[in-house]
């Protein structure tokens, strides 16, 4: 996101011992990141690779991914959403905040509902509605963002 840099120096100030690390599987991806945050303090990026997503860091208190479980459903499949949420498990974060297409199938394509099959979630320990205009776009199945104790 655009607004992440600018972010990232006000938690430098704010925050003691903040580190942010942006993790992807496509090298070039990792790339166009590095560009958005030239200057930013505290960024670290990290090449992971799926389905086991090998190379995501350990001991963080909160992994937060917007779209990136549909992205991979979208891409690879669902074992590869599925392998990331076991990924984060293992990595000991305390906090996860995932994003969440409400109401959606996990057979359609790029739509991931953590509620339905295979991943039945229970519910979250917050819910955030309406970060994006996707329902203002006539989006079946906006986005929202669950956030988990891991």
């Given at each position: ?6 972010l ?5 100030f704010?925050?003691?011992?903040f580190?942010?690390?942006c ?19 505290l ?10 997503y090998n190379?995501?860091?350990?001991n963080?208190?909160?992994?937060f991914?917007?779209?990136?479980l549909?992205r ?5 499949g669902?074992?590869y ?14 906090w ?5 297409s ?6 359609d ?18 819910v ?5 205009d ?17």
């Open positions: 996101a655009k607004w992440m840099p600018s990232l120096s006000l938690l430098d704010e925050v003691r011992g580190r942010y690390y993790g992807d599987d496509d090298p070039k991806a990792i790339e166009s990141f590095k560009a958005n945050f030239k200057g930013a303090a960024a670290s990026f990290v090449l992971v690779h799926g389905p086991q190379g995501i860091p350990w963080m208190d909160l992994i991914s917007l779209y990136g549909q991979y459903q979208k891409e690879h669902i074992q959403a599925w392998g990331l949420i076991k990924a984060i498990r293992k990595t000991n974060a305390k996860m905040i995932l994003g969440n409400q109401g959606g199938e996990n057979l394509p790029g739509v991931i509902n953590l509620k339905n099959m295979p991943f039945n979630f229970a519910e979250a320990g917050k955030v509605r309406n970060i994006t996707e329902a203002d776009r006539g989006i079946a199945h906006p986005l929202q963002l669950l956030f988990y104790r891991v």
